[in-house]
């Protein structure tokens, strides 16, 4: 189905493993963006992507790595999970000059015990 | 740096009309929008606005724009209770690139 996928749904880790959030969207949009939700501080940027094999840093990145080998799929890896990573994670995608282009995945629930 | 704004909470009785509102940072943005977030729900683009108008109607929702204050604020008509939830004002920046920058959402609970 057409859309934006994004998994696990649900994830409980222990602090210091390393987890992948994957997000996959099938229309060949250019941008793709992670944020994070916690209460207090609505959605907050970690890190997005221009396209294949380019990404920048947002507002929080400290802590994750992303990768875009391919259009469609970005990947956020936490390296050694910590408590305070523990979050709602969303994926979006969007093409650049669409105003009504930015659309979500359902998010992942992570929580890091 | 600055945020974007927004009052936290805002309660109506069904069939008034709500007025959540919303200070953004940077008056050249191009577009702003609105999201709303059911519980346990990803985010739905409810609507936006480009920055050359000063309002858009769409059904019971309308969109007011004040771009010398930086202003923006959403109607919401004959409110129901399936209308109960966060909603998000949302920018891009200038130096943002083409991200998304959010304010941190007003939850509207609507009684019967």
């Known amino acids: 189905d057409a859309g934006i996928t994004q998994s696990p749904r649900y994830k409980i880790t222990e602090t210091g493993r390393q987890v992948t959030l994957m997000c996959h969207q099938t229309?060949?949009?250019?941008?793709m963006f992670w944020y994070r939700q916690d209460l207090g501080h609505g959605l907050r940027l970690i890190y997005y992507?221009?396209?294949?094999?380019?990404?920048d840093k947002g507002e929080v990145p400290d802590g994750y790595v992303v990768s875009r080998s391919k259009t469609e799929n970005f990947p956020l890896t936490l390296e050694s999970a910590t408590r305070s990573q523990t979050s709602v994670y969303f994926c979006?995608?969007?093409?650049?000059?669409?105003?009504?282009?930015?659309?979500f995945g359902s998010g992942t629930r992570l929580t890091v015990v | 740096g600055e945020d974007v704004e927004q009052s936290l909470f805002l309660s109506v009785r069904e069939g008034d009309s709500s007025v959540i509102n919303c200070t953004y940072t940077?008056?050249?943005?191009?577009?702003l929008y609105w999201y709303k977030q059911e519980p346990g729900a990803g985010l739905q683009l409810l609507t936006y606005?480009?920055?050359?108008?000063d309002m858009k109607q769409d059904q019971r929702l309308t969109v007011l724009l004040n771009k010398k204050d930086k202003h923006l604020s959403l109607r919401i008509a004959d409110t129901q209770t399936g209308d109960s939830a966060i909603y998000f004002c949302?920018?891009?920046?200038?130096?943002?690139?083409?991200?998304?920058?959010f304010g941190k959402g007003t939850t509207l609970s609507v009684s019967s």
């Open positions: 940077d008056s050249s943005s191009t577009y």
């Open positions: 992507s221009a396209a294949a094999d380019i990404t």
């Open positions: 979006a995608s969007s093409d650049p000059g669409q105003g009504d282009g930015y659309t």
């Open positions: 949302a920018e891009i920046p200038n130096q943002a690139g083409t991200a998304l920058i």
């Open positions: 229309w060949s949009h250019s941008y």
């Open positions: 606005i480009f920055s050359n108008m």
